[in-house]
């Protein structure tokens, strides 16, 4: 597990994930066999490293990634260092046999992306990207609503995504992102990292995209990094999408580290149809039937006599969801001992970066690009 000290890597990859399936005895696959998991953590801090080993109960742990790579032990490589990184994690695990696991973005271009999907199948390596928002509650209590007519035909989806970041000014209030998030040239900026989710969400959910239309912005110019310093933000921390899917649904998201919430969740889909809606968090999911919808009637002049939050019906909670990013780590672990099915490999991932670079195309020529 590569550069799993940042915040994601620890709390759900490491510990929500690979300590839990540990903690657990591993993955029973039938009354005599279970997958078992053994992780070593690589990287180039040996503080962090034996910090994070020590906190998790992990008993491996080097910066000498060549070392970690020629144990035969080792069977598969996960990395979720920075974007501009991956690349030469990717193709030293790859020649060295490691079925390949990593975070998105895969890459900051689609050519860039497609590539290391080669370098991965030329190596003859099983390969997965992380495409963990498919496997939330409440996207997975949506899917069995649209599984099941609710919605009739679907007409549109609008999608809500964000919070305040704080500039890091306040030393009462530090950034809660790291810097390299707002400097292009590091391979940051929200459109390179969202859009990507909205790629495989969208591809899966609700249909395969057609054409986006998309905005960027850079909302706050300057922020103050992890040593104190100011810097110029180069990367743009805001991006509104609107995309045609090709079943002619239209999905509208915004995304945003400069917005402050008033919605359920950091993350809020509505879904229109014909027969019914659904506004969908994280974990809930609600409902209003054509039935339950109300009969509103525009008056400027009187306070809103209608509670359209209480129209609302919240899906029963029928059974346990397991932490999003855990079920697909089972997954891929399911698929490199046992050979089971894996859809969401690394040429997955370059769809994702391909709407990304679609969209920002589409802010610079301010025109809609066909994928």
């Known amino acids: 597990m ?17 300590c839990a399936i540990r903690d657990q005895g591993g993955i029973k696959v039938s009354p005599g066999e279970v997958i078992t998991v053994d992780p070593i953590l690589t990287g180039r801090s040996e503080d ?34 920075s974007t501009l990184h991956r690349a030469r ?17 895969t890459a900051v271009t689609t050519a860039e992306a497609l ?7 030329d190596a003859g390596v099983k390969n997965g990207v992380v495409q963990d ?27 809500e995504f964000g919070y305040w970041v704080f500039t890091g000014h306040d030393e009462d209030q530090p950034a809660q992102r790291p810097s390299w998030n707002y400097r292009k040239e590091d391979g940051g900026g929200i459109m390179i990292d969202m859009l990507c989710h909205w790629r495989y969400l969208v591809d899966n959910v609700f249909g395969p995209i057609k054409s986006i239309s998309c905005r960027a912005a850079t909302h706050l110019a300057e922020r103050v990094d992890e040593q104190g310093n100011s ?24 995304s945003s580290w400069t917005v402050r919430v008033r919605r359920d969740d950091l993350f809020v889909m509505q879904v229109d149809g014909t027969k019914g809606s659904a506004v969908v968090g994280l974990r809930e999911c609600r409902t209003q039937s054509l039935e339950e919808t109300p009969r509103p009637v525009w008056n400027p002049d009187v306070s809103q006599p209608i509670d359209f939050y209480a129209g609302w019906k919240p899906n ?43 969209g920002l195309n589409s802010c610079l020529e301010r025109k809609w690009i066909d994928l």
């Open 316 to 358: 029963a909670e029928e059974e346990e969801y397991e932490n999003a990013f855990k079920v697909q780590w089972e997954l891929f672990l399911r698929h490199v001992a046992l050979d089971e099915p894996f859809p969401y490999d690394l040429r997955s991932g370059a769809r994702g970066v391909e709407l990304a670079e679609a």
């Open 133 to 159: 928002k498919l496997w939330l509650p409440g996207i997975r209590k949506l899917r069995a609503l649209i599984e099941a007519g609710y919605f009739g035909d679907i007409l549109s989806v609008r999608g």
């Open 2 to 18: 590569n550069g799993v000290t940042g915040r994601m890597g620890t709390n759900q990859h490491l510990i929500r994930s690979i």
């Open 231 to 254: 810097y110029r933000c180069t990367a743009d921390d805001s991006c509104y999408a609107t995309m045609e899917l090709k079943n002619g649904i239209l999905c509208q998201f915004n």
């Open 115 to 121: 590539r290391l999907a080669q370098v991965c199948e």
């Open 89 to 105: 994690f990717l193709e030293k695990a790859a020649r060295a046999g490691k079925a390949i696991y990593c975070e998105k973005p």
């Open 48 to 81: 962090k490293l034996k910090s994070l080993a020590d906190r998790a109960g992990v008993a491996r742990w080097t910066t000498d990634l060549n070392e970690a790579l020629s144990d035969s032990k080792n069977s598969i490589f996960f990395d979720a260092s």
